[in-house]
T-cell receptor, first 113, second 111 residues
Framework: DGGITQSPKYLFRKEGQNVTLSCEQN?????MYWYRQDPGQGLRLIYY???????QKGDIAEGYSVSREKKESFPLTVTSAQKNPTAFYLC????????????FGAGTRLSVL | GQQVMQIPQYQHVQEGEDFTTYCNSS?????IQWYKQRPGGHPVFLIQ?????EVKKQKRLTFQFGEAKKNSSLHITATQTTDVGTYFC???????????FGTGTRLTVIP
């Protein structure tokens, strides 16, 4: 089955702790994205990557970090500097180019203990 | 700037009634995309509109792109409970390969 897999589905973070959200895709897409969604809100872009070993900050990158060492993987770390991390995190991927249709994973719900 | 405004934010309809959500931009769009997110789910791509004045249909859903390419609409005829969810429009960022999403319209269908 081709698609995007996010894990875990639910994650709890203790104060001062860094946590990493996994995103893997087997669609052979060049571009990958991380969004944050708060209850009843739209999607805000955290980071995106157009190609391996390169990534760009989105609108709300503070308190987050990413890496793109492999085409298939784009993990997101929520650092202790992110003071309000409780949200629904969505990973997406797309073929790089003008159409830019994005395919989303099932998401990770992060809560603070 | 590059934001897209969506209205209404919420809409409650009786099953069988029609529903429309609107997406507006202050600048000309190269294209517009629409996504649907079911409650508790993730956004799923519905359609992309590219041409000025374009109209596309998917069963009971009709998508329109304005003549000036600054607005778009999604119209659902005779809503069903399966239409429940949040509908987002999205535009490409100028010169980049990422999207700006609208704030979404949450549709509730009352049986």
């Amino acid at each position: 089955d081709g698609g995007i897999t996010q894990s875990p589905k639910y994650l709890f973070r203790k104060e001062g702790q860094n946590v990493t959200l996994s995103c893997e895709q087997n669609l052979n897409h060049d571009a990958m994205y991380w969004y944050r969604q708060d209850p009843g809100q739209g999607l805000r872009l955290i980071y995106y990557s157009q190609i391996v070993n390169d990534f760009q900050k989105g609108d709300i990158a503070e308190g987050y970090s990413v890496s793109r060492e492999k085409k298939e993987s784009f993990p997101l770390t929520v650092t202790s500097a992110q003071k309000n991390p409780t949200a629904f995190y969505l990973c997406a991927s797309s073929i790089a180019g003008a159409k830019n249709i994005q395919y989303f994973g099932a998401g990770t719900r992060l809560s603070v203990l | 700037g590059q934001q897209v405004m969506q209205i209404p934010q919420y809409q409650h309809v009786q099953e069988g009634e029609d529903f429309t959500t609107y997406c507006n931009s202050s600048t000309t769009l190269s294209n517009i995309q629409w996504y649907k997110q079911r409650p508790g789910g993730h956004p799923v791509f519905l359609i992309q509109l590219v041409k000025s004045g374009e109209v596309k249909k998917q069963k009971r859903l009709t998508f329109q792109f304005g003549e000036a390419k600054k607005n778009s609409s999604l119209h659902i005829t005779a809503t069903q409970t399966t239409d429940v969810g949040t509908y987002f429009c999205a535009r490409n960022q100028t010169g980049a390969n990422n999207l700006f999403f609208g704030t979404g319209t949450r549709l509730t269908v009352i049986p």
